[in-house]
């Protein structure tokens, strides 16, 4: 009930109903940018998700998993597993995966290990000439894109998509093409949850489709400062593109992998919060917790100046400034 206004019911001198609580509200969300700075962002638009919520069986969480490069869903499933052992009600998810259309061989990620988990393996797309390359270029990522959007006829729609790696990347391409109104990606999940996940790099060929507003899907964006594949200025890069009212960023410290959520943490309690949100199909309000707000005033993506036009003959002087 509101705060005010409203009838005591008692039973044995013991309150039946209780106002409710005041909705959470970080200060970090009230930061803006001065005046006249804040054309320099685009305004977001809402994300077309699908109706409803638990829209799996029997009422559960209907998720899908695309998982890292170089592996295959018996990995997957294993990550999954070890993902939510610690979780209250692990028997809410309805979990399907759906791994890349690329072949590769074992040991394309370095990894031989993964040889007990059979002979095929797969990616979304190739990192060429080679990852962190800022001029890397997602070479298949078309041929991904239809063979997802078949998928999603079949299988979809979705309550929400976890993406590893280069999964979580393809998933926010995918987040960014349905908010611009590719009607084949829209209503296909309502919620995201990235680890490691990094955006095209600005220099590189798909560095015109990066995200040109930030996207307003409820989304958790986690990573490790140790991670030792990717440097981690790419992720905190990455949460930027969702908008801080919408995202809930989780810093932990167990390198290129998913958390290890335990009861207790930060990181697990954060987490759960986000899906009981999810769960009910109620709004989500980011944590006051300092990884959300250390980047509470940090924008992206900015509208770029466009550059001046230069008359033939003109003089142009070049400035270097040194270390």
Known sequence: GPAEGWISLKAAG????QPAPAEEHPAFLSQQLPEHAQAAVPEGRDFPGPEGHCIGTDGKLKMLYLHAGGVNKKVAQMQIGGLVRELPDKKVFDWTVWSGCHTVPLGWNGDFSLKTFGNEFSVYFERLPYAN???ETWDGIDKTLVEFKKFLKLHGPFDGAMGFDMGGEFLVHVAKLATEGDKDLQAAFRFLILFTTTAPKHLSPLGSQRC???LRIPAICSWSNSDENHPYMEYEELALFIDKGFREVIVHTDGHKPPLLQ???SQYDRFVRFLEAMKKGSAFVPSDHEDNAMRGNLWL??????GRSLGAGVTKRLVVVTD
């Open 212 to 214: 040109k507003a930030p």
């Open 14 to 17: 013991k309150d039946l109903i």
């Open 263 to 265: 009861k207790g943490q």
């Open 301 to 306: 993506p900015l509208v770029r100046s466009p």
């Open 133 to 135: 390359c800022q001029w």
